[in-house]
């Protein structure tokens, strides 16, 4: 997927402000995502010619931390916790449900841009497993049902689901 002149540009202007820095990438590479929302494929020739890196340098870099995004996400952030006590409640079942019912896997975006997907560790909720978020909020023992109740409202933008 291409960028926007002014995605490029963003990406051009942060590139010469953390080249000087030493370590720039990292900081380099937050401040992208924090700019455009994800560190696009198109960034890492503009990013490695900056900071005199090998493509494959920038590519490791962004691989290796999972809170790098490479694709715009979703205008709303579900994720379903894999963690032990959540498991145990069945949360397996509810994420073969969850990829289902939105139609991707873990890290996907649906196609009307609504929905990422994404899997977490622990939400601190686990005595109401299994659990959710969406956005910024916890949603305790989420059975099949109730996750398409909280999701079906994400799509047509009718607000948060409640
Ligand atoms: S294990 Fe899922 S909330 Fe803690």
Partial sequence: MGISQNEQQSIT????????LPGGLLP???????????VPDSAVPIIAKGLNLSRAEVH???SFYHDFKTSPVGRHTVQ???AEACQSMGSRQLEAHAKQTLGIDYGETTADGA?????VYCLGNCACSPSIRIDDAIYARVDRDRFDDLVSGLSSEKGAAK
């Fill in 28 to 38: 380099l590479l937050h401040a992208i995502q924090g700019d455009i929302g994800y």
């Fill in 13 to 20: 202007d942060l590139v010469g402000q953390y080249q000087a």
């Fill in 60 to 62: 490791g870099v962004i």
């Fill in 115 to 119: 929905v990422t997907l994404e899997p």
């Fill in 80 to 82: 379903v916790c894999r």
